[in-house]
């Protein structure tokens, strides 16, 4: 069974920075892609990023590319979520994503459905 564990959110001022973890059992991590996504108030889950098994390929919603950062570690089953220059808007909750069935980090920026999650992060930005 699949199990991710987020860890690293909070309150953050307007243009301070956060680095979420995302612990992961259950399977073979460095087999897998990873992703996060986020869903804040009111508003439907979208894709924030994602990376191959290998770490080798990454992928960002184009709205947050520069500002945020993914990567892992496969020695620690864990991938990360380096959030830089941070706004109001990024205020959501944050969730990490193992793929439920061989994919690729590239598919998973169009499929917000066919994953395993954690329980998500909160993380708010005030200005």
């Known amino acids: 069974q699949v199990q991710l564990v987020e860890s690293g959110g909070g309150l953050v001022q307007a243009g301070g920075s956060l680095r979420l973890s995302c612990a992961a059992s259950g399977r073979t991590f460095s087999a897998y892609a990873m992703g996060w996504f986020r869903q804040a108030q009111g508003k439907e889950r979208e894709f924030v990023a994602s990376?191959?098994?290998?770490?080798?390929?990454?992928y960002y919603a184009d709205s947050l590319k520069g500002r945020f950062t993914i990567s892992r570690d496969n020695a620690k089953n864990t991938v990360y979520l380096q959030m830089n220059s941070l706004k109001p808007e990024d205020t959501a909750v944050y969730t990490c994503?193992?793929?439920?069935?061989?994919?690729?980090?590239?598919?998973?920026?169009?499929?917000?459905?066919?994953?395993?999650w954690g329980q998500g992060t909160q993380v708010t930005v005030a200005s």
């Open positions: 994503a193992s793929p439920n069935r061989q994919t690729t980090a590239q598919f998973m920026r169009a499929d917000t459905s066919n994953n395993y």
């Open positions: 990376i191959g098994g290998t770490g080798v390929a990454t």
